[in-house]
C-alpha cells in the first residue's frame, strides 16, 4: 500500500514568484492537511480538504491558497513568494475528518525562497 | 486550544537502552487525539504510535508504548532497547477541537550513543 506522496521534493524559486506543491494521499483517504515547518515557528497548521471542500484553515496570509480533487489528490499554491515562506511544507492524509483518526505524513516538500 | 509541551529539547540514550520522552499536553475537549511522530533528518514525519482519550489500555507498537495519564494530562512516549536509527527529532500532537487540525509540541532531539 502506497504511502503519502508529495512532490516535488526540493525547489528553489525566487521572490514574488508563485509554487504549487502537490500531495496524494494514501489510497481511500479523503482528508488531506497541509502544514508547515519552519525552525522559528515549528509545525503550523495550514489548511484542511475534506471531500473536495476546504474545512479548515490556520492564520495564513491569503497567498496560500490549495484545492482537493475528486481522487482526493490535493495541490497547496503559494504567490508571491517571501524569503519568510522558506519552509517544509508537510502533508498529511487521513481516512476521515476527526479527533481519534490518525495522520500519515508525506516526506515533504522543502521550499527555498531566494 | 490545545497545547502541547515538550520539555526537554535534547535526550541522550545508550544503545539498547530504554528512553523516555516527556509530552503534557492541555485541552478543554473530552475527546482528542494524541499522537508522536518521528522526524529523522530528511524531514519525512513518520507515525509512531496513537491514543484516544477514551482509550482504557496504553498504546504500544512494536517497541514504542505510551504512558497515558489522562487525570495529570501526560502522554510520553517510551522506547524500549534503543537503537541508533531512532536517532532523531520527536514531536508530540493532539488533534482535537473544532477543526480537527494538529498541535505539534517544539519536539525532543533524540541521540543513540553506541
Known amino acids: 500500500k502506497a504511502g503519502v506522496t508529495q512532490t516535488p521534493r526540493y525547489l528553489i524559486k525566487t521572490r514574488g514568484q508563485q509554487v504549487t506543491l502537490s500531495c496524494s494521499p494514501i489510497?481511500?483517504?479523503?482528508?488531506v492537511s497541509w502544514y508547515q515547518q519552519t525552525p522559528g515557528q515549528g509545525l503550523q497548521f495550514l489548511f484542511e480538504?475534506?471531500?473536495?471542500?476546504?474545512?479548515n484553515k490556520g492564520n495564513f496570509p491569503g497567498r496560500f491558497s490549495g484545492r482537493q480533487f475528486s481522487n482526493s489528490r490535493s495541490e497547496m499554491n503559494v504567490s508571491t513568494l517571501e524569503l519568510g515562506d522558506s519552509a517544509l511544507y508537510l502533508c498529511?492524509?487521513?481516512?476521515?475528518?476527526?479527533?481519534?483518526?490518525?495522520?500519515?505524513f508525506g516526506q515533504g516538500t522543502r521550499l527555498t525562497v531566494v | 486550544a490545545q497545547k502541547i509541551t515538550q520539555t526537554q529539547p535534547g535526550m541522550f540514550v545508550q544503545e539498547k537502552e530504554a528512553v523516555t520522552l516527556d509530552c503534557t499536553y492541555d485541552?478543554?475537549?473530552?475527546?482528542?487525539?494524541l499522537f508522536w511522530y518521528k522526524q529523522p533528518s530528511s524531514g519525512e514525519m513518520i507515525f509512531l504510535i496513537y491514543?484516544?482519550?477514551?482509550?482504557?489500555q496504553n498504546a504500544t507498537e512494536g517497541r514504542y508504548s505510551l504512558n497515558f495519564q489522562k487525570a495529570r494530562k501526560s502522554a510520553n512516549l517510551v522506547i524500549s532497547a534503543s537503537q541508533l536509527g531512532d536517532s532523531a527529532m520527536y514531536f508530540c500532537?493532539?488533534?482535537?477541537?473544532?477543526?480537527?487540525?494538529?498541535?505539534f509540541g517544539k519536539g525532543t532531539l533524540l541521540t543513540v550513543n553506541p
Open positions: 485541552t478543554s475537549d473530552p475527546s482528542y487525539g
Open positions: 498529511a492524509s487521513s481516512l476521515i475528518q476527526g479527533r481519534n483518526t490518525e495522520a500519515f
Open positions: 500532537a493532539i488533534r482535537g477541537g473544532s477543526n480537527y487540525k494538529l498541535t
Open positions: 480538504y475534506f471531500s473536495e471542500t476546504q474545512r
Open positions: 491514543q484516544g482519550s477514551y482509550d482504557q
Open positions: 489510497s481511500g483517504h479523503r482528508s
